[in-house]
């Protein structure tokens, strides 16, 4: 029984930043990977960023050094930092925890305005 509580969404400016938290409810120690997705209206799903147990990470090319991903293992808190924000980052991010099944936030939503 693992709950995942998403934080950080809003409205900004194209060009700003954000960061999205998600906490898990519990200390996990084994975890096969955490990430995030993003679903825009009318889009299809993308995987954002994931970081596995090891601490290998991988960031979306569209993305990529925009978009940073980021672990605390006690308690089990993901990051993704976001900066120089687009509109066409607005979108709902979800994020999510594997172990032998995969937990999903409730998403947070995140507007970028031109």
């Known amino acids: 029984q693992v709950q995942l509580v998403e934080s950080g969404g809003g409205l900004v400016q194209a060009g700003g930043s954000l960061r999205l938290s998600c906490a898990a409810s519990k200390i996990i120690s084994r975890v096969n990977a955490m990430g995030w997705y993003r679903q825009a209206p009318g889009k299809q799903r993308e995987l954002v960023a994931y970081?596995?147990?090891?601490?290998?990470?991988a960031v979306a090319d569209s993305v990529k050094d925009r978009f940073s991903i980021s672990r605390d293992n006690a308690p089990n808190t993901l990051s993704l930092q976001m900066n120089n924000l687009k509109p066409e980052d607005t979108a709902v991010y979800y994020c999510?925890?594997?172990?032998?099944?995969?937990?999903w936030g409730q998403g947070t939503q995140v507007t970028v305005s031109s």
């Open positions: 999510y925890i594997d172990l032998l099944i995969r937990y």
């Open positions: 970081i596995r147990t090891g601490g290998s990470k």
